[in-house]
C-alpha cells in the first residue's frame, strides 16, 4: 500500500529552528508537496520537490532524497505565527497525490 | 492569485437530508478535486474531475456524487446525508496533469445531526 508518515506533533521555540521529517512509500514518484495549514483554514502550497537536493525559500526549505524515500521541511527563525499544521504529500505515478496526516506544529515563545 | 471560493463555510443538516456543497475556481482550471478532512487522518479524495462532464471516483467516494457542469465549477453531492459524514470538506483545483499543484478553498465544516 501507500503511505506517507510524519510525525503527529512537534513543540519549538520562538526564534529557534525546527524539522519536520516525512517518509513515503508509494507506487512511484512524481514530486513532493509540503503544504501549511493554519487551524481551520485551508492547506496553502509552500514547497515542491521533485529532484534530490534542497530547495531554499526565505525562511522556508525543503529536502528530497528519492533513494531514501525522504523529505524535511526546515524552518528558521520562528514565528508564533508559523505554529501551524505541516502537509507532506506525494504525487505517484499515477498522478494522483497521496496525503500524510500532517505535523501540528507548536511554537513557543 | 488563484481563487477558489466554496459556498458555505459551516452548514447544518439533519440526517437524510440531500446536502450540496459548490465549489468554484477563477484560474481556468483543468482539476477540480473534493477532500474531506478529519481529525488524525490526512486528506482522503471523494472525487475528482479532468475535465468538463468528466468524473472519477477517489478513495472514498460511497455516499457521494458528483457534478462539473462548467469548467469553472465542481459540486459534491450527499444524496442521504449520515452523521459519518460529519467533517471539513476541502475543494481544489489545479492547472494540469503536469502542473500538480492544488490551490484549495476556504473549506465547508459540515455536521450532520
Known amino acids: 500500500g501507500q503511505n506517507i508518515d510524519q510525525p503527529t506533533e512537534m513543540t519549538a521555540t520562538e526564534g529557534a529552528i525546527v524539522q519536520i521529517n516525512c517518509t513515503y512509500q508509494?507506487?512511484?514518484?512524481?514530486?513532493l508537496f509540503w503544504y501549511q495549514q493554519h487551524a481551520g483554514e485551508a492547506p496553502t502550497f509552500l514547497s515542491y520537490?521533485?529532484l534530490d537536493g534542497l530547495e531554499e525559500k526565505g525562511r522556508f526549505s525543503s529536502f528530497l532524497s528519492r533513494s531514501k524515500g525522504y523529505s524535511y521541511l526546515l524552518l528558521k527563525e520562528l514565528q508564533m505565527k508559523d505554529s501551524a499544521s505541516y502537509l507532506c504529500?506525494?504525487?505517484?505515478?499515477?498522478?494522483?497525490?497521496?496525503w500524510g496526516a500532517g505535523t501540528k506544529l507548536i511554537i513557543k515563545p | 492569485d488563484v481563487k477558489v471560493t466554496q459556498s458555505s463555510r459551516y452548514l447544518v443538516k439533519r440526517t437524510g437530508e440531500k446536502v450540496f456543497l459548490e465549489c468554484v475556481q477563477d484560474?481556468?482550471?483543468?482539476?477540480m478535486f473534493w477532500y474531506r478532512q478529519d481529525p488524525g487522518l490526512g486528506l482522503r479524495l471523494i472525487y475528482f474531475s479532468y475535465d468538463v462532464k468528466m468524473k472519477e471516483k477517489g478513495d472514498i467516494p460511497e455516499g457521494y456524487s458528483v457534478s462539473r457542469e462548467k469548467k469553472e465549477r465542481f459540486s459534491l453531492i450527499l444524496e442521504s446525508a449520515s452523521t459519518n459524514q460529519t467533517s471539513m470538506y476541502l475543494c481544489?483545483?489545479?492547472?494540469?496533469?503536469?502542473?500538480?499543484?492544488?490551490?484549495f478553498g476556504p473549506g465547508t465544516r459540515l455536521l450532520v445531526l
Open positions: 484560474m481556468d482550471h483543468e482539476n
Open positions: 508509494t507506487s512511484g514518484f512524481n514530486g
Open positions: 520537490n521533485v
Open positions: 504529500a506525494v504525487l505517484d505515478s499515477n498522478y494522483q497525490l497521496i
Open positions: 481544489a483545483s489545479s492547472g494540469g496533469r503536469e502542473t500538480e499543484t492544488q490551490y
